[in-house]
């Protein structure tokens, strides 16, 4: 049995046996543990004492924990990194990086530092190639939010002119940005969220919701002005629908709460037979701020 293994009060047991001047050899002997371990308790426990310099036995608990809890974050950032929604945030990290090379091209290009702007545009169209067979392999052509963002890059790929750069880059503003999802307790039960998939595992409805206030997409906080009426509009964008759902209910949340804002409730109903089982009509609705 390691260090760890044993209890305190044997710990100790063992510790007042030398201190009172039996052996080590003996006392290893009597108690059936290894000598080194006892001369390995004997040294920690003077480091707790601060006789001698070290790490005292709280310290490597904590320093311990820690390692465990960063192992534990490294896990889950792992298991992230592996979601369609991380996939389409690294591409658009990514997608940045093609606008820098092509601002630096349009740059160069209008300083007539022609080998410069060859370099750059050569950078920023592979980087555009590049990015584009990873957002094919991670999210398919058909993807909703993907679908934009590859033709955001063959637009980069077609750039011949600097003079082309500017409204191409101000385009990629608009691309959307997943909102923060916010885990709360459910006000309604539909049935079951989760159905079984074709080899028996768990498969889960997934829809994009995108917001815009006042034709602006909604990518972060917002700050609404009292007295003033706002146009909202949200667009859901979802596979087909779950056998379990004949409707689907969207709510805003916020800090504001009836006093101080009149917010708005969404609903789309299942469609009927003959039709696609999408809510891709976009809703509109006032948002009025008190």
């Known amino acids: 049995m390691g260090r760890r293994g044993y209890p305190p009060e044997f710990r100790r047991k063992v510790l007042d046996l030398i201190e009172a001047g039996r052996p080590i050899a003996e006392v290893a002997q009597a108690l059936g543990i290894s000598t080194q371990s006892i001369y390995t308790r004997r040294r920690q426990d003077r480091i707790d004492r601060g006789l001698l310099p070290g790490l005292s036995s709280p310290e490597k608990e904590e320093l311990a924990a820690a390692r465990r809890r960063i192992a534990q974050l490294e896990t889950e950032l792992a298991v992230t990194r592996r979601t369609?929604?991380?996939a389409y945030v690294r591409a658009l990290a990514s997608l940045c990086d093609v606008a820098a090379h092509l601002l630096r091209f349009d740059a160069a290009e209008l300083d007539a530092r022609a080998a410069d702007a060859t370099a750059q545009l050569t950078a920023a169209t592979r980087r555009a190639a590049i990015l584009a067979r990873q957002v094919e392999d991670e999210l398919g052509t058909g993807d909703p939010i993907g679908g934009p963002l590859l033709a955001a890059?063959?637009?980069?790929?077609?750039?011949?002119?600097?003079?082309?750069?500017?409204?191409?880059?101000?385009?990629?503003?608009?691309?959307p940005i997943p909102p923060l999802v916010v885990r709360g307790p459910r006000r309604r039960t539909a049935g079951p969220l989760a159905a079984p998939g074709p080899n028996g595992t768990e498969q889960r409805p997934v829809a994009v919701a995108l917001a815009s206030i006042d034709g602006l997409l909604v990518t972060g906080p917002q700050v609404l002005r009292p007295g003033t009426a706002y146009t909202l509009r949200l667009e859901v964008r979802t596979g087909d629908w779950p056998e379990w759902a004949d409707r689907l209910d969207a709510e805003l949340v916020g800090h504001l709460g009836e006093a101080e804002a009149q917010t708005p409730t969404f609903t789309w109903q299942r469609l009927g037979h003959g039709a696609v089982d999408?809510?891709?009509?976009?809703?509109?609705?006032?948002?009025v701020s008190r």
């Open 153 to 175: 890059l063959a637009d980069a790929d077609a750039i011949t002119s600097g003079e082309q750069v500017g409204p191409l880059v101000a385009g990629w503003a608009n691309l």
């Open 84 to 86: 369609p929604t991380a």
């Open 278 to 287: 999408r809510p891709d009509t976009p809703e509109i609705r006032p948002w």
